[in-house]
């Protein structure tokens, strides 16, 4: 059995980007919508994953209004949220223990960031022996910057992730492919 998991779809990300100075895929939060109602509408496993940071300037720290989840990926009362702390959602967590629990024996990941949250649970989902499904355009990042400071568009730094990921910890697929599986598995 495979699950969603839709990993901080947050206001806060808003404010990175104007940070950042630019983001790419605009269409995911419309992506991850769609796949969220197919994977409810086929009553599949749904698990949403916050992050609730430490750090005192954030604005994804639980008491800031960029700690709410956005409108697309509102979880349902009858949905599991796990609230992480770091990158992976398997640290500080029974997210590990809840897929072995329910049988559940890979993960589709949508959510931000490409590069680090959404990256980070997907190396360790693969290791820990669970099927990684990775969908490309139900994912985002933001321009990041070398230590020189020159700037790396967020579309570059998204598809060097993804071939990262690629055949070694993920299956890599777009909406349009995983809502063929999931309608019709």
Known sequence: MNALLVIDVQQGFTE???????????????????????????????IHVHHASTEANSPLRPDSAGYAVKPEAQPLESEIVFVKHVNSAFIGTRLEAYLRENGISGVTIVGATTDHCCSTTAR????????????????????????DGTRVPAQLVHDVNIASLNGEFAEILTTKALLERVVNP
Do not use: S
């Not at 980007?17 to 919508?33: H, K, Q, T, V």
């Open 124 to 147: 360790m989902a693969a290791n820990l022996g669970f099927e990684v499904w990775y969908i490309t355009d139900a994912l985002w990042t933001f321009d990041k910057f070398m230590p």
């Open 16 to 46: 990175y980007e104007r940070l950042a100075g630019g983001r790419n895929n605009p269409d995911a939060e419309n992506n991850i919508a769609h796949i969220l109602q197919a994977y409810r509408d086929a009553q599949k496993p749904v």
